[in-house]
């Protein structure tokens, strides 16, 4: 098994790609060892001293480091765990564990906007911001505020205000003229 690594933009973070499927649909974000109890792969990588986070998308596995550790060091027992977890045959999430749902249900005299921020979203934004690494999910509009979480390389990115900012909002307010502004939500 050969396992690439990509940087991503946030220094504190790298992409692995394992050459096979991670998650099926969806992504999983595990923000601390506590989170991760419901996957075998994410609990393998939180052994490992130093990592922050893990998170999950179809076919890559992101994890951000303590600033105090380097990547040279931690890189290679990483590895190490990915390889381990493919070739065990363990789930990467436990059977009757769930994945979040990656957007808010919002009904209402919005829904229509709403389903119009959600579509951009996924067709425009999301692949977008996989290729980095991250993910993100809606939770809501309100007088014309979007907020929006994002996850995985993308959270704690020094480029993610200019990501919330001058891409998605630019984008939201191009096609959706009631989108006045974007604001992120901590989870």
């Given at each position: 098994?050969?396992?690439?690594?990509?940087?991503?933009?946030?220094?504190?973070?790298?992409?692995?790609?394992?050459?096979?499927?991670?998650?099926?649909?969806?992504?999983?974000?595990?923000?601390?060892?506590?989170?991760?109890?419901?996957?075998?792969?994410?609990?393998?990588?939180?052994?490992?001293?130093?990592?922050?986070?893990?998170?999950?998308?179809?076919?890559?596995?992101?994890?951000?480091?303590?600033?105090?550790?380097?990547?040279?060091?931690?890189?290679?027992?990483?590895?190490?765990?990915?390889?381990?977890?493919?070739?065990?045959?363990?789930?990467?999430?436990?059977?009757?564990?769930?994945?979040?749902?990656?957007?808010?249900?919002?009904?209402?005299?919005?829904?229509?906007?709403?389903?119009?921020?959600?579509?951009?979203?996924?067709?425009?934004?999301?692949?977008?911001?996989?290729?980095?690494?991250?993910?993100?999910?809606?939770?809501?509009?309100?007088?014309?505020?979007?907020?929006?979480?994002?996850?995985?390389?993308?959270?704690?990115?020094?480029?993610?205000?200019?990501?919330?900012?001058?891409?998605i909002e630019n984008l939201l307010r191009h096609y959706i003229p009631e989108v006045a502004e974007v604001?992120?939500?901590?989870?």
């Amino acid at each position: 098994m050969f396992i690439q690594t990509e940087s991503t933009p946030n220094p504190a973070t790298l992409k692995f790609l394992p050459g096979q499927s991670v998650l099926d649909a969806g992504t999983a974000d595990f923000p601390s060892k506590e989170a991760a109890e419901s996957s075998p792969l994410a609990t393998r990588i939180f052994d490992v001293a130093g990592v922050n986070g893990v998170f999950f998308g179809n076919d890559f596995v992101t994890v951000t480091k303590d600033e105090s550790v380097d990547w040279d060091h931690i890189k290679p027992a990483i590895l190490g765990a990915v390889m381990e977890h493919f070739q065990s045959g363990q789930p990467v999430i436990s059977d009757g564990a769930t994945q979040a749902p990656t957007h808010a249900e919002h009904d209402g005299e919005d829904a229509e906007v709403v389903n119009q921020i959600k579509d951009l979203l996924d067709s425009r934004v999301r692949p977008a911001v996989a290729q980095d690494g991250g993910d993100i999910t809606f939770h809501g509009f309100d007088r014309g505020i979007v907020y929006l979480h994002l996850q995985g390389a993308c959270a704690g990115c020094p480029s993610a205000t200019l990501t919330l900012k001058m891409g998605i909002e630019n984008l939201l307010r191009h096609y959706i003229p009631e989108v006045a502004e974007v604001r992120p939500v901590a989870l």
